[in-house]
Each structure stands twice: as structure tokens, then as C-alpha cells.
């Protein structure tokens, strides 16, 4: 019942989205926030975000570029970060073009037009092909970013890259440093830990001093101090570097045996409208001025 009912609601989005953007986005931001944005004057977090997914970066080149899970690379080589990037096994249109008799016993695949499109094979001699293949051509036809209104993700050619599978020195998924940029700034670090874990992937807010901040909601903490990384500070750098171009993006990282390894840029977390935090936090973080261009400051 519960899968027919997100397959009804994704379809119901969709449809609105074709409709009025605006409209479909405004009903997302009150299912999940609990109130209507203000995207005339918007004041909080979330309500800057929506208003940057709807009126700049639906058609933005550079942004429909850098959300592209492929095209980025090249974004990325352009900074002069190349080493950053993970190995990548190959890049194809089609299911059937991969073979698999090349690839190592562990690597990640995933399409690059969305979010969730992953899958991890820690043991090739296991891997379900069939069911890989199933699952991969589902996300291939479908047009990610419309029942959220995404808009930016539905002008990405649907690929599939395979990459080196990435692990931490015990072997387990590395933590992901999310580092939210605001006109080329890094403002906080959120770091994501246990994630894998049934579905239990907990979110600590620090900033740049490694100070905890109090934005997430208690459900989502870890309840404990996340241990400094020792190349906080080239971290940071990087994700200013990478930044520079956009009025907000986060940039997430992986920190993986010492080595920075490049995740992706996200210019619309939680599809700009995120519940994870705490109202405090959204209306602290939202006193960061934006500026869009040399006419518009958010």
C-alpha cells in the first residue's frame, strides 16, 4: 500500500510540476516543512533555496553541468582538482554495453541524473546482474527532478558510470563531509555517518572551527563529537575553490584513508526543502545573504 501510495504521490507531482513549478513546489515545501514558502521576500534557509531551484538554477548551463554526477568531472579538472576525483571504471548508455568480466570485485554504479541511483557491489561473484539490470533501466527512463521540482536534473542526458568502490581503513562506507558554500564560503560542515545502516544515516552540524552546531534535529543526530579531520582546512579550501561560480551549492566530499576524494555538488538538498533541521536553524542559516547577481541579494 505504501509503494502505491509514493508511486500516486511522485506521479500526482509530476503532472503539477508540467503545470505550474511554482505551485507543485510550493505543495512539496508544505508537506515536508508544515508551511507555504515566502518566495516573494524569503527569509529562511529553505525558502532561499526553493526560490534559487525555481528562478536560477532551472535553466542554469553550469549548474545543469555540475549536477550531472558525469559532466562534473570536467568541472572539476577545470578547478585543477583532477586528483580529487574517483577512479572511474567506464560510462555507458545502455545496461547491456557494461561488461562486467572487466570490472574488479567491488566498484559502485550508479546513473547520473538524480538522486538514490546507486548501487554498490562490495562482491562481484554475488552481484545480481538481472536484478541490477532491472533496477538501472527503471532509472534510465525516468525524468528525475519533476515530482520534485528539480527542474535542472530533467536536462541531463541519463547515463550509467561504474566507479572504484570507496571505503574507509575499517573497510566501511566513508563518511560524506558536506560542506554548504554560500557565495564561494564555506558557512557549516555537516557530516554524514552510518549510512547503510538501514536507512539510519545521522547528520552532525559543526562550523568551520569544528564547533558543534545545534541545526539538526535530535532524531537525526549521532549523539556524539564527530572527530576533526586533519586536512580540515584543504577540505575547506577545495569546497570554496569548487564553489566560487554559484550563489549557493554544497559540496560534498569523501575523506577516505586520508585521501579527499570528490562526492558531488548539490544545489538543491532535500529538493530545497529540508526537515532535518530544526526552525531555529532554518531561519539562522537563512540570515546568510545570498547574492545571485549584481542586481539580487536573497
Request: hydrophobic share 35%; proline share 3%; net charge positive.
Amino acid at each position: 500500500m505504501k509503494s502505491k501510495i509514493i508511486y500516486i504521490g511522485k506521479r500526482f507531482f509530476e503532472l503539477l510540476t508540467k503545470i505550474s513549478p511554482n505551485l507543485s513546489s510550493r505543495i512539496l515545501f508544505f508537506i515536508r516543512i508544515k508551511k507555504f514558502p515566502n518566495l516573494k521576500n524569503p527569509q529562511t534557509f529553505n525558502e532561499k533555496a526553493t526560490w534559487l531551484k525555481l528562478n536560477k538554477y532551472a535553466n542554469d548551463e553550469l549548474v545543469i553541468k555540475c549536477a550531472d554526477k558525469y559532466r562534473v568531472r570536467e568541472y572539476i579538472e577545470s578547478k585543477g582538482y583532477a586528483s580529487i576525483l574517483n577512479e572511474l571504471y567506464g560510462v555507458y548508455d545502455n545496461f547491456n554495453d557494461i561488461d562486467f568480466s572487466k570490472l574488479p570485485q567491488k566498484f559502485a554504479l550508479k546513473c547520473n541524473h538524480g538522486c538514490a541511483y546507486n548501487l554498490i557491489c562490495e562482491d562481484k561473484s554475488s552481484f545480481d546482474i538481472k536484478n541490477a539490470e532491472k533496477k538501472v533501466n527503471s532509472w534510465l527512463k525516468e525524468k528525475y527532478g519533476c515530482a520534485t521540482t528539480e527542474l535542472h536534473y530533467t536536462k541531463i542526458k541519463p547515463k550509467i558510470i561504474i566507479e572504484k568502490y570507496l571505503c574507509d581503513k575499517k573497510g566501511e562506507m566513508p563518511t560524506d563531509y558536506k560542506f554548504y558554500c554560500f557565495n564561494g564560503k564555506v558557512k557549516f560542515i555537516v557530516v554524514c555517518s552510518e549510512r547503510g545502516m538501514h536507512g539510519k544515516t545521522k547528520y552532525d552540524y559543526y562550523d568551520t572551527d569544528w564547533n558543534e552546531l545545534p541545526y539538526g534535529l535530535s532524531i537525526y543526530n549521532s549523539n556524539k563529537t564527530c572527530k576533526k579531520p586533519k586536512n580540515l582546512n584543504e577540505m575547506i579550501k577545495i569546497s570554496e575553490d569548487l564553489s566560487s561560480d554559484f550563489p549557493f551549492v554544497r559540496v560534498d566530499l569523501y575523506n577516505t584513508k586520508e585521501k579527499i576524494i570528490f562526492g558531488e555538488l548539490t544545489f538543491t538538498p532535500a529538493c530545497s526543502c529540508d526537515h532535518t533541521i530544526t526552525k531555529e536553524a532554518d531561519a539562522i542559516i537563512g540570515k546568510i545573504k545570498i547574492k545571485v547577481d549584481d542586481d539580487k541579494i536573497l
